[in-house]
């Protein structure tokens, strides 16, 4: 594997351009909010923090392509960032402080590089292929190295979900009803987070039916370097299939099984 130091350090410090912009502004009451063509809600603060990190890897890394939520793709496919500024929009425009940027580096298919900050849950994780899953938090005074969950029965599981729309669209039909029958408990934590706590080893089960490539790159490889696993509710790459199921990767066939089962 390629030596990625340098990218996960140019992701961290991406991560810290937008935590500057975003954390001040959040909850801010001049907070300026438009509704895009699909009806979802965004903000000056989404548009300037992809609009600050597309500037900076114009300078750290020219050559690179970009895939943004606010800004589209530029760039060749072969090498590219995928930016989520503000993953979990409708939280932050709510005050709700569930939400985080979101930085992933893609190589040809493989995300190779994930940072995900949230400042105002005083949390990040970050990992770089080959060199584990780590996270920050409040109460911890250095980094600690992620592990996703031992529990291997259904039915001691923990699952969280974004959202009970869109099962049927992506092929599941009511496989989340299933799931929350099948399970030992049940929350609805949603976006990023639900993702980041499965790595964590604090949540064994996080489905999302409905995410695009940029909501989803920079989780894949802080789940993975985890030892988890997340892929389409079909079972295929996450990222082409439009869903995200992550497990703690002992649990993953049976819950496919599950939420595929007509």
């Known amino acids: 594997m390629t030596d990625l130091s340098s990218d996960l350090d140019l992701a961290l410090a991406m991560a810290d351009i937008a935590d500057r912009i975003s954390a001040p502004r959040f909850r801010a009451t001049d907070l300026v909010v438009d509704t895009k063509p699909d009806l979802s809600p965004v903000s000056d603060v989404d548009r300037g923090v992809e609009q600050a990190l597309r500037e900076h890897l114009a300078t750290e890394r020219p050559g690179d392509g970009i895939l943004g939520e606010e800004f589209g793709t530029l760039g060749p496919s072969t090498r590219r960032w995928a930016i989520d500024p503000i993953d979990g929009t409708k939280n932050y425009v709510r005050g709700v402080p569930v939400w985080a940027t979101l930085i992933g580096l893609m190589q040809d298919d493989e995300v190779v590089v994930g940072v995900?900050?949230?400042?105002?849950?005083?949390?990040?994780?970050?990992?770089?292929r080959g060199a584990g899953a780590w996270a920050t938090d409040p109460l911890a005074?250095?980094?600690?190295?992620?592990?996703?969950?031992?529990?291997?029965?259904?039915?001691?599981?923990?699952?969280?979900y974004s959202d009970a729309i869109g099962w049927p669209e992506r092929g599941?039909?009511?496989?989340?009803?299933?799931?929350?029958?099948?399970?030992?408990?049940q929350?609805?934590?949603?976006?990023?987070?639900s993702h980041m706590m499965v790595a964590e080893g604090v949540v064994d089960?996080?489905?999302?039916?409905?995410?695009e490539?940029?909501?989803?790159?920079?989780?894949?490889?802080?789940?993975?370097?985890?030892?988890?696993?997340?892929t389409s509710y079909s079972g295929g790459s996450a990222l082409g299939g439009g869903s995200a199921l992550t497990t703690n990767g002992s649990l993953h066939d049976e819950v496919?099984?599950?939420?595929?089962a007509q």
């Open 116 to 128: 995900v900050s949230a400042p105002a849950l005083g949390r990040r994780w970050w990992a770089a």
């Open 141 to 160: 005074d250095h980094p600690r190295r992620l592990q996703v969950s031992a529990v291997a029965s259904l039915a001691d599981a923990s699952l969280s």
């Open 172 to 185: 599941a039909g009511d496989g989340l009803q299933r799931l929350l029958s099948a399970t030992w408990r």
């Open 187 to 193: 929350r609805a934590y949603g976006d990023f987070w």
């Open 205 to 211: 089960i996080a489905a999302e039916p409905q995410l």
């Open 213 to 230: 490539t940029y909501d989803m790159a920079a989780l894949v490889p802080i789940v993975e370097e985890a030892g988890g696993r997340m």
């Open 256 to 260: 496919l099984r599950v939420i595929s």
